[in-house]
């Protein structure tokens, strides 16, 4: 029994577990792909393949990419840090877009008909917020300058030292 | 940090899926497998259903408005909890062990999963029908193919969750800024960085950002769940709008009249009402629907898509009247039927507790005017607490069963 748990490298209730959610999943998925077993597959394989590899790579560049190309700026007085101040309005309207895009883009032809609403307004709706957002950090960054221009230097408080 | 959106996504989920199963259970799918089921090959995955409730009225509207609202909700934290593990994605070698084999084989479904409901059920409510087949069975099946993988998931991870939320204090997290950030200290699952950069941004500002994601994709789609004058501030939902039309019928539609195909001629004088079930059938114009004893009911739309009207006063004959003109003073059930000639929804069978409610009607009016071709002129059924896609328009059929 221990050479078997040992080869198997967890508690035989681990085991357990996961045949337990294989045949929970296996009875759903052959439901799932019943119709169109093909197309339905591509589209959960899709969905991990678009996430891990498409999505969070692009944007875990451009995390990267604007300290980069934006680094080598001048700073003549005291500053503040300002990436989060490019970040946070960026992500949010990005997270916008990822969610609301087939109406931001007017993808779904059906939906003035169906509806009986305008498939107009997205887009100038998207924009607004977007522009609204960066606003309201380009107003936070200037108001954290100036408290920043105003004080000295704070001293650093003692590093917190925390177990994970 | 992984363990604070984990926990969010664990309470979150939960309410999703029971939210989810109960929407299904709302269609009634057992009383009608044919007419009612959009996935009648469910076989024990419909284990739980029970007979939908007609109170209180607005049941339905409250458990999809939250599911579908507090789905969008979880966008952004889903997406921080995947980005918050991605390292593990490309860990070398990818298996010590056949039990990490198959854990990690788990969480393909996971993910796969959790991205493949999130976006079908995003996209669905957008109107935008592009995934294979019926949403409901992708949805449907897909959810238990995720929830699977998330209890085990939730089975082998909720001492790490539990140990991790443990060993932070959350007071002092949001009393720290970036400048006192420290990295985590290496930790037995190999999730921190051994060389982690200088720190840009602090944990406090990091669930804040993702908190802010929150309650921005809250406040900009809950208001075509609750309606009135939060209706506007939805600003990219897709019934954030008003419908503009002016006048006693001036509330969302789901499918219009031109959508489905149904002529206004149709709806006009030549439209008669056929009560089937009892020996003979009847069939009644609209004016002598209108002779019958009327009754109005305050009732809202409320759709699968998670938008929904506020009541409207809903005037016209009661589903019970109507089960005794055609002869059945029991009836078990009742096969509502459309003019529309296609579409999943042109029938839908309703169950005894939902034509016996004093408040089911055939509505004739709302609002104290008859109701235009895009809300089901002339006749609709409006049930409390029934699916939008239930309350069957421009009726032209019942067959009432005992």
Redesign the interface.
Known sequence: MNRIVG????NPL??L??L???A??A???V??V???PI??AV???G??I???LLL?PLYSVADRAI?AILRHQPTPMPTV?W??YV??PA??SG??F???F???LR??A??P??????PK??LS??L??TAALWILSAFAFAFALRLRRARPEPP??R?????? | LTSVFGSVLLVGIVVLFITGLLSYAAYNPNLDVAVNDTTPDKGILGFYLFEWPTHPYWLYRLTQGVHVTLGFVLVPVLLAKLWSVIPKLFEWPPARSPAQLLERLSLLLLVGGAVFEFATGIINIQIWYVFPGSFYRLHFYGAWVFMAAFAAHVAFKIRTMVTALRARSLRVELRTDTAHTEPEPLDPDHLVSPAPAPPTISRRGALGMVGAGSLLLLLLAVGQSIGGSLRRLALLAPHGQDLGSGGPNDFQVNKTAADRGVLPEQAGQNWRLTLRGGPTPRVLTRTQLLALPQHTAHLPIACVEGWSTENQAWTGVRLRDLAQLAGIAEPHSVLVESLEQTGAFRSAALARNQILNPDSLLALEVNGAPLSMDHGSPARVIVPANPGVHNTKWVTLMTFRR
């Open positions: 080869w198997y490298g967890a681990h085991l577990a996961l337990g959610c294989f929970l999943a009875y759903a998925a439901r799932l019943s119709f169109q197309t339905v589209w959960f394989l969905a991990v678009g996430h891990d969070l300290p840090a990436i989060n970040r946070v992500f949010l997270l916008l990822i969610v609301w087939p109406l931001i993808l779904p059906e939906y008909l169906a509806t009986a609403l305008s307004p997205f709706h998207w607004a917020v650093r408080r590093h917190l030292h925390q177990p994970g």
